[in-house]
């Protein structure tokens, strides 16, 4: 039987290093293909992603498979970035990862790998797939719970999950580098990537402000006292405590907190030490995307998680003409106009909106 050929979307980072490494050990024809999503310099005027293009060519090298580099910077400037930053003037905080996920590599890249030759696409995600034989692909939590990357695929389409392998399902972070380092692979020991990606270790602020203008402003309490004065909206999100450069009050203790924005009359209002007016019973969320489920058109329960570094709280589902109106279990903190409001049982990652 003809061996089926994979494409290995590979950004030089451990986890889809090993994602090549376990599919060339299970017999498949194994093509590595790295993205290039974001074009920019140093200040010596190298590309920033060269680094990353050379650890995957060493990787490829060393496992025996082929390499290429495809060029998506302009869709992702077009569907991602452009995104962001609208987002960022409209007040909210947007999670540009989940669209990435959408936008580029389960759409561009996929639609390039099986221009390839692809009989698979795979990524270095930790969460499982199940093709299901009745038609579905069922999206799966991965065995590393601490490591799951469900919440950022929550947007993925039934289409662009078909012929999608995840090799790193049942696999925890420390198997994952400890079979890099057994193997040889240069990228064993290289630290994983944080933050969102075309910032990097840049200033946030910074960034923002070289493609939005500051516009500043009052900062009040939620009683009408005016505190201080604010950089511009976009600088700033829900429960928030470093950077708002407020003093403590005369006699008292404890910390400032962003708890609204007013973009309309670009009011910032915080609270002093009290965290009380972050916490809330509900949220409505939007773009609703479900994977291989069907919801039912009256109340359901589930879990959700509100924000990638959260565990899952038990939530009641109600469908609404625009999308879902959830009530928490347990009053949340911080639900953030921006993020993304993810769905799960036991087993399965049920699907996500955006939260308004």
Request: hydrophobic letters at 35%.
């Amino acid at each position: 039987m003809e061996k089926k050929t994979v494409v290995v979307g590979m950004s030089g980072g451990v986890d889809s290093s090993v994602a090549a490494l376990l599919l060339k050990q299970q017999g498949y024809n194994v093509i590595g293909l790295f993205m290039l999503n974001w074009e920019e310099s140093d200040i010596n005027g190298a590309c920033t992603s060269e680094s990353d293009f050379e650890d995957v060519k060493r990787v490829c090298s060393l496992l025996g498979i082929p390499y290429y580099s495809v060029n998506f910077a302009k869709q992702y400037t077009d569907r991602v970035f452009a995104y962001f930053l609208s987002e960022y003037a409209a007040g909210r905080t947007p999670n540009p990862d989940v669209l990435c996920n959408r936008e580029i590599k389960f759409g561009p890249f996929r639609e390039y790998a099986l221009t390839m030759g692809a009989d698979y696409i795979a990524t270095g995600h930790y969460c499982g797939i199940d093709h299901n034989a009745d038609g579905n692909h069922y999206l799966l939590k991965a065995a590393d719970a601490g490591k799951d990357q469900t919440y950022f695929l929550n947007q993925v389409t039934q289409p662009q999950l078909e012929r999608v392998l995840f090799p790193l399902a049942s696999l925890k972070k420390d198997e994952v580098r400890r079979l890099a380092e057994e193997n040889g692979l240069s990228t064993a020991k290289k630290k994983d990537s944080t933050g969102i990606c075309f910032i990097g270790e840049r200033n946030f602020r910074a960034f923002l402000s070289q493609y939005l203008p500051n516009k500043p402003g009052k900062i009040l309490t939620l009683q009408g006292e005016e505190v201080g004065e604010h950089i511009g909206l976009m600088h700033y999100t829900l429960g928030q405590r470093r950077g708002v450069s407020l003093g403590g009050k005369q006699g008292e203790s404890g910390r400032w907190f962003v708890v609204k924005k007013d973009v309309k009359n670009n009011i910032l209002y915080v609270s002093h030490g009290d965290e009380s007016p972050l916490y809330t019973p509900c949220c409505e969320v939007q773009n609703l995307n479900w994977i291989g489920y069907m919801p039912p058109s009256t109340p359901f329960g589930c879990r959700a998680k509100f924000r990638y570094r959260q565990s899952e709280q038990d939530v009641t589902v109600t469908l609404t003409e625009k999308g879902a109106h959830v009530d928490f279990a347990v009053p949340q903190r911080a639900v953030t106009p921006g993020q993304y409001a993810v769905f799960y049982d036991d087993t399965r990652c049920l699907g996500g909106g955006v939260i308004v």
